[in-house]
């Protein structure tokens, strides 16, 4: 079977569970942020020195992707485990960095700017996944998750940062 089934040139696609949606739609829109996220994620992975932690991070999301994808599915017993760890490891980054006192410029290193760019793209989609909650209703575990996570991505970039110096 081809990849190209040209069902989508009419500006919808297929939800795992069958149903079609427009691809402006913001479930759409949010599996798309979710996508993109995870790339560059793998980008960082592939720079950084806590490799087997980001692509943790890659499972996590691909399972809110499921959550998304799959209206029903419950990724509440995937994403409470998932976010104890992330804020397991905000306070392991928080105690080896110095206090924060100016805004940080990204770019001191290649890894610093991946992970503010994954910080923003977190970002982007946490305004977006309120938008689809407000709309539609989503688990309250898969914006804590994605809240943290950005949390967890700046932490991650001010690391990188003060180890380039």
Do not use: W
Not at 47 to 61: V, Y
Not at 137 to 165: K, V
């Amino acid at each position: 079977m081809s990849i190209s089934t040209k069902r989508g040139d009419g500006g919808t696609t297929d939800l795992a569970d069958g149903n079609r949606l427009g691809k402006d739609s913001l479930r759409i829109e949010c599996l798309g942020e979710l996508d993109e996220l995870i790339a560059f994620l793998g980008l960082a992975r592939s720079l950084a020195d806590a490799g087997q932690s980001i692509a943790g991070l890659q499972k996590d999301l691909s399972t809110l992707a499921s959550a998304l994808a799959l209206p029903g599915y419950q990724s509440r017993e995937a994403l409470a485990p998932a976010l104890k760890n992330i804020e397991k490891l905000i306070v392991e980054l928080e105690t080896g960095l110095p206090p924060l006192d100016s805004f940080i410029m990204p770019g001191s290193s290649r890894q610093d700017a991946v992970f503010h760019i994954c910080r923003t793209v977190c970002r982007r989609l946490e305004r977006r996944l309120v938008s689809l909650d407000r709309a539609e209703g989503i688990e309250t575990e898969i914006l804590s998750y994605i809240n943290r996570l950005s949390d967890l991505l700046f932490l991650l970039a001010r690391r990188a940062s003060a180890t380039s110096i």
